[in-house]
């Protein structure tokens, strides 16, 4: 247990470290422009004499690592391809064998020449049975495939009765719906005109109103200012005696 805590006490110093020296890089490169070439060689050469110290540590232990991993691989390839050379042998083996066993069919029927005659008889039977069982397997094959084609058919006919069917319920659904739509706007566009007459209408009648009461006001007015022009006179008659 204490070896572990030093050795992660150990990274977290280096860690630290690393992080430090990031930013001390930095803050130089700005300095650079303001101040003298000769000042800056000097600090330099300071401070890179630690870092390497430091640096060749870690390197050598990345390295040993890395060897290990190429030395696995290369074992790995060489079996691989001692087993694809193996089966490729026993594929050539099996065609070999199969050419000996026709050979000895051969000779078999070459000792058997000499009783041909009396199975002459047997063959041709066999012969007629052959071909009776080959036209009842043609007939029945062709049977079968007009059976199929004529259930193909059908059910070509069936579906294509269903489809129409479904178009003209479609079709009569959208009907219904074109006529509901054609109403609702016919009417929307009767409410709307007759909204329209009834404003204009009741904007007819405030304006009669409103003419309707200018006109009182007029004759009020009128009867104000003949009073007054009546004084007027007066008075500039009496200006012109003095």
């Avoid at 540590?57 to 050379?85: E, F, G, T, V, Y």
């Avoid at 059908?154 to 009765?161: A, G, L």
């Avoid at 479609?170 to 016919?186: F, G, Q, V």
């Amino acid at each position: 247990m204490q070896d572990r805590t030093k050795r992660r006490r150990r990274r977290r110093r280096r860690r630290r470290r690393k992080k430090k020296k990031k930013k001390k890089k930095k803050k130089k490169k700005k300095k650079k422009k303001k101040k003298k070439k000769k000042k800056k060689k000097k600090k330099k050469k300071k401070k890179k004499k630690k870092k390497k110290k430091k640096k060749k540590k870690k390197k050598k232990k990345k390295k040993k690592k890395k060897k290990k991993k190429k030395k696995k691989k290369k074992k790995k390839k060489k079996k691989k391809k001692k087993k694809k050379k193996k089966k490729k042998k026993k594929k050539k083996k099996k065609k070999k064998k199969k050419k000996k066993k026709k050979k000895k069919k051969k000779k078999k029927k070459k000792k058997k020449k000499k009783k041909k005659k009396k199975k002459k008889k047997k063959k041709k039977k066999k012969k007629k049975k052959k071909k009776k069982n080959e036209e009842e397997r043609r007939r029945t094959k062709k049977n079968e495939e007009e059976r199929r084609r004529t259930k193909k058919k059908r059910e070509k006919r069936e579906k294509n009765k269903k489809k129409k069917k479904k178009k003209k319920k479609k079709k009569k659904k959208k009907k219904k719906k074109k006529k509901k739509k054609k109403k609702e706007k016919k009417e929307k566009k009767e409410k709307k005109e007759k909204g329209k007459k009834e404003k204009k209408e009741k904007e007819k009648e405030k304006k009669k109103k409103k003419k309707k009461k200018k006109k009182k006001k007029k004759k009020k007015k009128k009867k104000k200012k003949k009073k007054k022009k009546k004084k007027k006179k007066k008075k500039k008659k009496k200006k012109k005696k003095k």
